[in-house]
């Protein structure tokens, strides 16, 4: 991505709450979790890592938020987390997270998948909390599904827009939510950079989902 003077921090506000997939975030009741050794390899295993991005990256591991709240309600007290790992990194004018969960069965993963980005209630209610912000400075500008290459079971993309003035800098930028399912993981990479950059961002997106897709334990 080029170098930006975007102050990725004051748009950050939005990004929690599109981890909304790998997380209970958005989840109306508490998510079991019963982790082992296996799971929470194969966990970290699908979360980026400093030599996937090159020099130029600050960042790592970080841990994974998994404290639910009660926003857009979707049940997930049958939804058994296995494995749970977290990773962000930050270069000139861009910011990446990833966040990997490991259910406990397939079947888990495709209902956890119908109750949130297949439910359009849902979907609508995260739409209301994301265009809400207190942020100084921070404008919301939209939020919607775009189009994403099928390269998991499941994938989808939504794309987040906000106009910033802050601090003698302003403009637009974009958060953009990737969330992939594959067999027994589930995983959402979120990419903040300027507007003007969406089409690399969407080449940087694409590559990194495909990257993390192989990495799925089979």
Do not use: H
Not at 42 to 52: I, N, P, S, Y
């Amino acid at each position: 991505m080029r170098s930006s003077k975007t102050p990725i921090r004051t748009v950050a506000c939005v990004v929690g709450l599109g981890l909304m997939f790998v997380q209970a975030a958005l989840a109306a009741d508490k998510q079991p979790i019963k982790f082992n050794a296996a799971d929470q390899a194969a966990a970290k295993a699908v979360t980026l890592k400093a030599v996937d991005l090159g020099p130029g990256w600050k960042g790592g591991p970080k841990k994974p938020d998994l404290s639910p709240e009660d926003k857009c309600a979707t049940k997930v007290s049958d939804l058994v987390i296995t494995g749970a790992a977290s990773s962000k990194f930050q270069g000139p004018g861009v910011s990446v997270t990833t966040e990997s969960e490991v259910l406990q069965s397939p079947s888990m993963v495709a209902t956890d998948w119908r109750r949130s980005v297949g439910n359009a209630g849902v979907m609508a209610c995260i739409r209301s909390e994301v265009m809400k912000t207190d942020e100084p400075g921070v404008t919301m500008v939209s939020f919607k599904r775009v189009a994403f290459p099928k390269v998991a079971q499941y994938s989808a993309r939504f794309r987040t827009v906000v106009d910033y003035d802050q601090s003698g800098n302003s403009g637009r930028a974009v958060i953009d939510m990737v969330v992939l399912g594959k067999g027994r993981t589930e995983i959402t990479l979120v990419l903040t950079t300027r507007y003007a950059d969406r089409a690399q961002a969407d080449i940087v997106e694409q590559a990194l989902a495909k990257l993390l897709v192989r990495r799925v334990a089979a």
